[in-house]
């Protein structure tokens, strides 16, 4: 038994026998870190058989006083028995390293609840614990979005759907939804390299509406080259005058008065735009969207304001959805809310248009191997009010 580091092709190898996998446990993950500037290692803990029992991504950056060193999402285990060793050995890699913080945020599940925040599973304590015990600070059980990274996650179970089933698992709304941005014509699509501009402008219209930061153009460009294949920048977009030109063959056959008039309300809705707009194609909404075999994660997106009614955004998660589906992914995660369910989540709200259920994660953990030195700078940067 002992710490180990890693190759590359080791920590894939023993990732790819997990049952659950977060995409920033993975070398497409390490590639992107490496080219934000972080120094990237995979370390792991073998057993008495010589096999890797526990490995992890973990990448290093400089901090004032030293450097910080963070395992996101992870460790990911094979053999939960030596979980508690891993982290022992860990503190002592981080110090050898340098390290002035070391920061693990769990992938391990502590409590599920269904769509509206009912506990449906006992709380795992012995997770915490784990931690704890071997000297790591815990910053508690939070709600909200704490450094940017919320520890509940939306979740929705694809592994009993199939293309035909998956819209009807959804709620009423949601179904409405779907079929009226299919009825419009909209249409979804992955972007190519040379167009995530469009990507990162819808993305930023959100931000500035909702009051969170968007990332840079070089971050998208960097992800799009590090996970290649496993991942999709989708755009739902439209072409307001071909949308109603064909909505308007499709009123010569309709065969009942409910059709008609609902082609009819669609081509009400569609006509101020196509004034506004003519021939040009008019993105409405993105997503980014990693595909791994264990879980589709929805990364982060966003929509444009004055085109809300048209419902874009619930076509692009369904096509998403509908992606896992046809690759047998078994998971599509959600990713973030923020853990209160009082209606105040407007985030929330959306994703439960799609029945699914929430799985809330540990949390955050750290150690500081030189707590001295720590606790220095922590009072220097009070004292300079950083």
């Known amino acids: 038994m002992s710490f180990t580091i890693l190759t590359k092709e080791e920590f894939i190898a023993h990732t790819a026998q997990a049952s659950r996998l977060s995409f920033m446990q993975t070398p497409e993950m390490a590639d992107l870190f490496a080219k934000r500037g972080a120094e990237v290692d995979y370390v792991g803990y073998r057993a008495t058989t010589g096999e890797i029992a526990v490995s992890a991504l973990v990448y290093t950056l400089k901090m004032a006083g030293g450097l910080h060193m963070e395992i996101n999402a992870g460790p990911v285990s094979t053999d939960a028995t030596y979980i508690r060793p891993f982290y022992q050995k860990l503190r002592s890699y981080a110090k050898t390293k340098g390290a002035l913080e070391l920061v693990v945020k769990p992938y391990d599940i502590y ?11 006992p709380e795992q304590t012995d997770l915490i614990a784990t931690l704890t015990d071997l000297g790591y600070q815990f910053d508690g059980l939070q709600t909200g979005y704490p450094d940017g990274e919320p520890s509940w996650h939306y979740v929705k179970d694809l592994s009993s759907l199939d293309t035909q089933s998956l819209l009807t698992s959804f709620n009423k709304n949601s179904q409405r939804n779907i079929k009226k941005a299919k009825q419009l014509g909209i249409n979804v699509r992955a972007l190519k390299r040379h167009e995530l501009d469009t990507f990162a402008q819808l993305v930023q219209e959100t931000g500035k509406r909702q009051g969170f930061s968007s990332k840079d153009h070089l971050y998208y460009q960097h992800f799009f080259d590090s996970f290649q294949t496993k991942t999709a920048f989708l ?3 439209i072409q307001f005058t071909e949308a109603i030109k064909q909505l308007q063959v499709t009123l010569t056959t309709a065969s009942s008065k409910q059709e008609k008039t609902s082609i009819e309300k669609a081509i009400t809705l569609l006509k101020p735009f196509a004034e506004h707009y003519g021939d040009e194609i008019v993105p409405l909404a993105g997503g980014l969207m990693i ?7 929805y990364l982060f997106g966003g929509s444009a304001a004055n085109f809300q009614k048209l419902a874009a955004p619930f076509l692009l998660q369904y096509t998403a959805m509908l992606q896992g589906i046809e690759t047998q992914v078994p998971t599509y995660n959600f990713l973030g809310i923020s853990g209160l369910f009082d209606g105040s989540d407007g985030v929330l709200r959306f994703k439960q248009n799609f029945n699914g259920a929430v799985f809330r994660l540990t949390g955050t953990f750290r150690y500081y191997p030189h707590p001295l030195k720590a606790k220095f700078l922590t009072l220097v940067k009070k004292i300079l009010g950083r």
């Open 291 to 297: 595909y791994l075999p264990s879980e589709v994660t």
């Open 111 to 121: 409590q599920q609840f269904d769509s509206y925040g009912t506990a449906v599973s």
């Open 235 to 237: 755009v739902a977009e």
